[in-house]
């Protein structure tokens, strides 16, 4: 098991950054590959990026790409999520999660909350216009 602790949230002005922190539990977190949804106010928790155990792959939903990056520490058993030209679209609940079933193929794989076993409380981001 891992349990996931999220921070680093805050309120931004459009077009500022944010730098969102992940802290994974456990001896195993390079077993497990990460990703990061969010939950904007009356929609559906959609995903935004993955990162495969080693770090060596990367996958974005195109309303981020160009704009975030996710990176993970082993060592440390962090995740991170930079987000830069922040808009206020961006605003929403995010969640750090953790699939603990190998890595993904294919962005579809990455994607699927349902391939997921592990979620954080999620960390509140509000970006101002």
């Known amino acids: 098991q891992v349990q996931l602790v999220e921070s680093g949230g805050g309120l931004v002005q459009a077009g500022g950054s944010l730098r969102l922190s992940c802290a994974a539990s456990?001896?195993?977190?390079?077993?497990?590959?990460m990703g990061w949804f969010r939950q904007g106010p009356g929609k559906e928790r959609e995903f935004v990026s993955a990162?495969?155990?080693?770090?060596?792959?990367?996958y974005y939903a195109d309303s981020v790409k160009g704009r975030f990056t996710i990176s993970r520490d082993n060592a440390k058993n962090m995740v991170y999520l930079q987000m830069n030209s922040l808009k206020p679209e961006d605003t929403a609940v995010y969640y750090c999660?953790?699939?603990?079933?190998?890595?993904?193929?294919?962005?579809?794989?990455?994607?699927?909350?349902?391939?997921?076993?592990?979620w954080g409380q999620g960390t509140q981001v509000t970006v101002s216009s």
């Open positions: 456990g001896r195993t977190f390079s077993s497990y590959a």
């Open positions: 990162i495969r155990r080693s770090g060596g792959r990367t």
């Open positions: 999660a953790a699939d603990g079933a190998g890595d993904c193929s294919g962005y579809g794989c990455a994607a699927a909350r349902s391939r997921y076993q592990y």
